[in-house]
């Protein structure tokens, strides 16, 4: 039962709908903060998920049954909006110091309704390390963990959980739940989408055995690999019709379930949600053969910058002849890959529908950087093209 007086109704009840609100009617991640003269209705599309959940910000290192990244939240989007807006919460950083929570005997806040969803359906702060927030801390500062300066800032950073947990495991259990508190707040999470290189994992499959995962070894099979080099190649041949029907089978095998990315060698071992991702090693060391020498572009004034698209029409077509592979049998799958480095210009053809692409913004923490104006250019090139039925992923 509704308790008498002005209430703060968060998610779905019996309460909520009888002012009208059907969150099964809201769109992905969508939420609602509206006012009523004797309410405040904070609701979102959310997953279906009623496990326990430990949350005890006196006790961080016990919480548990926390929403994941990749969770449907959109209550929790509502609140956070609310907190916000209406009532000056701010969250700064990751650390014990970074949290700004006014406080006052009364809440008054200025009832302005909003009803949303998210700008990008995609919000990734820990990038392709998967959903450990254990490694963000060494991720975004100056010092790596080995370094003494690391240890002066977590201790700096964290004190009332060091004096709390004088144990190692228990302080980087909280310190850690830390982070994903902060990370939920800012928003990270939505629809999985990551990409990274995923083909290294062709030399343990068909290059050779690799003796710590002799199990993904199939057979050796020189024909998919770049030509030209001695020893291992650094690439791919990306015009051998071999490699773009293995590269198809492996997205259907893993849209079928019948294989995960670290099942296929993928580094950072990717899984459903998660879009098929292909994308070549990271360097520009590409197959010198005939057929793949005869799409790389001649970019002149493009030598002296990093993002450049040397060889964007080349691997594009590539991407986009995968793409015909697997349509012809998953017609509703689709492949994610990068516009990075070399192929980082858009192509000089429209791509697939059925792919989408990240923007590797290789300057976007350094703008006194040389780079940075012309990466700013060729993302809003990538971002102009996107068109009905298409999606830019940044």
């Not at 990370?183 to 999985?192: K, P, Q, S, T």
């Not at 990717?270 to 994308?279: M, Q, S, T, Y």
Request: hydrophobic share 30%; proline share 7%; with cysteine.
């Amino acid at each position: 039962q509704r308790p008498p007086g002005t209430c703060v109704l968060v998610g779905d009840s019996p309460a909520v709908r009888a002012l009208g609100i059907k969150p099964e009617q809201l769109a992905f991640e969508q939420y609602v903060v509206r006012f009523y003269p004797d309410a405040v209705a904070l609701v979102g599309h959310d997953s279906p998920d009623t496990g326990e959940i430990v949350y005890d910000m006196g006790n961080l290192a016990t919480g548990k049954g926390w929403p994941g990244f990749w969770d449907e939240r959109g209550t929790l989007h509502a609140v956070y909006d609310f907190l916000e807006r209406c009532c000056g919460v701010r969250w700064f950083n990751q650390t014990e110091l970074g949290t700004v929570c006014p406080k006052t005997e009364t809440l008054t806040v200025k009832a302005t309704e909003v009803k949303r969803a998210p700008a990008f359906r995609f919000r990734d702060a820990l990038g392709a390390m998967g959903d450990n927030p254990a490694l963000y801390n060494r991720s975004v500062l100056l010092w790596t963990p080995d370094a003494p300066q690391f240890k002066e800032w977590t201790e700096a950073a964290y004190p009332h959980l060091r004096q709390q947990y004088p144990n190692d495991g228990q302080f980087n259990a909280a310190q850690s739940n830390s982070v994903r508190l902060f990370a939920l707040r800012r928003r990270n999470g939505g629809e999985v989408c990551r990409c990274n290189h995923s083909l290294y994992g062709y030399y343990d499959r068909f290059w050779e055995r690799n003796p710590s995962r002799p199990e993904l070894f199939v057979e050796k099979r020189p024909e998919l690999f770049a030509k030209g080099y001695e020893g291992q190649p650094p690439q791919m041949c990306y015009t051998s019709p071999e490699l773009i029907r293995q590269l198809a089978q492996d997205a259907r095998d893993y849209y079928d379930g019948k294989s995960t990315g670290r099942d296929q060698g993928i580094f950072w071992q990717p899984a459903l949600p998660n879009l098929f991702p292909v994308e070549p090693m990271d360097n520009s060391s590409f197959c010198k053969c005939e057929r793949c020498q005869a799409f790389f572009e001649e970019t002149k004034g493009e030598e002296d910058v990093y993002s450049r698209g040397t060889h964007s029409d080349y691997f594009f077509r590539f991407i986009n002849e995968v793409c015909k592979e697997l349509n012809r049998t998953h017609p509703d799958k689709r492949i994610v890959t990068l516009a990075y480095m070399t192929h980082a210009r858009m192509p000089s053809f429209k791509l697939s529908p059925n792919v989408a692409v990240q923007f590797c913004f290789t300057a976007n923490r350094s703008p006194y950087s040389s780079n940075y104006n012309h990466e700013v250019k060729l993302l809003k090139q990538w971002a102009d093209s996107v068109r009905p039925g298409g999606r830019l992923v940044d």
